[in-house]
């Protein structure tokens, strides 16, 4: 199979792009996975509510853990009794840029703990961050995901408008 083609971004000005992608899981709950490619892994952090293009809404961001690249645009089914078991879409993917002070690489900017970085996907564009919080203070790490004001905000947004697959275009049921 080939692989699909990235949605077209501009051309890079010395800031390399890396690919992301957010799988939307149907597992105990439904959740989309946001998943940055940071060095040799994808970053993973679980949404329960996706992605939203509104700027005036912050989504949890529960980070779990890292991924390897090969899982870029995994869709199918990870079978009952393994880790994450339920159906999975590329729910979108494309390509991010970090942006900010210094133009700051991805990794030093997670290590930071806000990562500021526009997309080019099918669904999700423009500036966005991702900031780690004081919140929880638990297992996992919380952080939130928002969209920042620019063209391609869009107040109100509820990424269950777009139920359908990025990459093959299925609109699987929620299989509970």
């Known amino acids: 199979m080939a692989e699909p083609i ?8 010395g800031t390399p792009r890396l690919r992301f992608v957010v799988q939307k899981h149907w597992a105990r709950n439904l959740h989309y996975d946001f998943r ?9 952090w679980a949404v329960p509510k996706g992605p939203s293009k509104d700027p005036e809404v912050k989504r949890l961001a529960i980070r779990v ?9 995994f869709e ?20 991010f840029a970090v942006v900010g002070p210094g133009e700051q690489d991805a990794a030093g900017a ?10 080019y996907g099918r669904k ?4 966005w961050t991702i900031i780690k919080t004081r919140m929880g203070q638990g297992k996992r790490e919380n952080w939130l995901l928002q969209k ?8 109100g947004y509820d990424p269950e408008t777009e139920p359908a697959s990025a990459l093959s275009g299925n609109v699987p049921r929620s299989p509970r």
Request: charged share 25%; hydrophobic share 40%.
């Open 65 to 73: 853990d890292d991924h390897p690249l090969d899982y870029l645009l």
């Open 36 to 44: 940055l490619e940071i060095g040799t892994a994808l970053v993973s």
């Open 76 to 95: 199918g089914s990870l079978p009952e009794g393994d880790y994450g078991a339920g159906e999975v879409i590329v729910w979108d993917y494309g390509e």
């Open 148 to 155: 920042m004001r620019d063209e391609f905000a869009q107040a």
């Open 124 to 127: 999700l564009r423009g500036q």
């Open 110 to 119: 997670l290590n930071d703990g806000v990562v500021r970085f526009t997309l």
């Open 6 to 13: 990235i949605p077209e971004a501009p051309p890079a000005t």
